[in-house]
C-alpha cells in the first residue's frame, strides 16, 4: 500500500493527490489529513500499524508538510518514502501563520486554526538522524516559492537526490517520476 501525504492547507484530493491516484490506482491511498499536527501523525501510525500488521508493505509518498510527516513516519518504521520538496524546518515556513485567525485550505476554501502550539508540536516529529537514507527518494524543485530547496538537499544529502532548475512547490510534471516511484517501492 502507498500512503500520499499531502502538504499543509491541502487535501487528498487536491489536484497532485489525483494523478498519484490516476496512475498507482488502488495500490495508493490519498486522504485528507487533520490540520493539528499530533492528530495527522497519529492518524498515519495507525494506517501504518494496522497495515504492517498485516503483514503489508508500506510506502509513503509526501508533499512539503507530508514530506516532512514521510520523513519522520518512514524513519521510525522503516519504510521507502519519495519525499517531493519536503518542508524539513516546518515550523520555520510555518510561522508565517502566527496569529492569523483562521488559515484557508488551498482545495475546498475551508477555513481552519492553526496556532503557535501547532507550530511548536511539529518539533516532535523532527528526525535528526535518518536511519536508513536508500529508503529515500528526494525530488526538489530549484524554483520552490515556499520553501528553500536548498534546506531538504542538505538534510537529506544521502538520500537519492534529484534537483531540477525551475519548477515550483507543486513540482511540475511529477508524472514524470511515477515510474521511477514505482520501481523504487516494488524492486
Known amino acids: 500500500m502507498i500512503i500520499y501525504i499531502h502538504g499543509f492547507a491541502s487535501s487528498g484530493f487536491g489536484g497532485k493527490a489525483q494523478k ?13 489529513l487533520p490540520t493539528i499536527p499530533n492528530l495527522a501523525i497519529d492518524t498515519l ?9 498485516k503483514e ?10 507530508g514530506g516532512f510527516y514521510s ?6 518504521y522503516d519504510l521507502k ?3 517531493i520538496n519536503p518542508a524539513v524546518n516546518p515550523w520555520g515556513t510555518l510561522h508565517r501563520y502566527e496569529g492569523v485567525e483562521f488559515v484557508t485550505n488551498y482545495y475546498d476554501n475551508s477555513r481552519f486554526e492553526f496556532t503557535q502550539n501547532h507550530i511548536k508540536s511539529l518539533k516532535n516529529y523532527e528526525v ?4 536508513n537514507p536508500k529508503n529515500f527518494i528526494t525530488l526538489l524543485q530549484k524554483d520552490d516559492e515556499v ?3 536548498s534546506e531538504a538537499a542538505n538534510k537529506l544529502e544521502n538520500s537519492e537526490l534529484i534537483i531540477e532548475e ?10 514524470r517520476y511515477f515510474r521511477k516511484i514505482n520501481s523504487f517501492f516494488y524492486n
Do not use: C
Not at 501510525?45 to 504492517?52: D, G, P, T, V
Open 81 to 83: 518514502a519519495v519525499l
Open 147 to 149: 520553501l528553500d530547496f
Open 166 to 175: 525551475g519548477g515550483n512547490h507543486s513540482f511540475d510534471g511529477i508524472e
Open 128 to 131: 535528526n538522524f535518518i536511519e
Open 56 to 65: 503489508e508493505k508500506v510506502f509513503l509518498i509526501g508533499s512539503s508538510l
Open 71 to 76: 520523513l519522520y513516519l518512514a524513519n521510525k
Open 20 to 32: 498519484f491516484k490516476e496512475y498507482f490506482e488502488d495500490e495508493i491511498i490519498t486522504i485528507s
Open 45 to 53: 501510525e495507525q494506517i501504518i500499524e494496522f497495515s504492517l500488521n
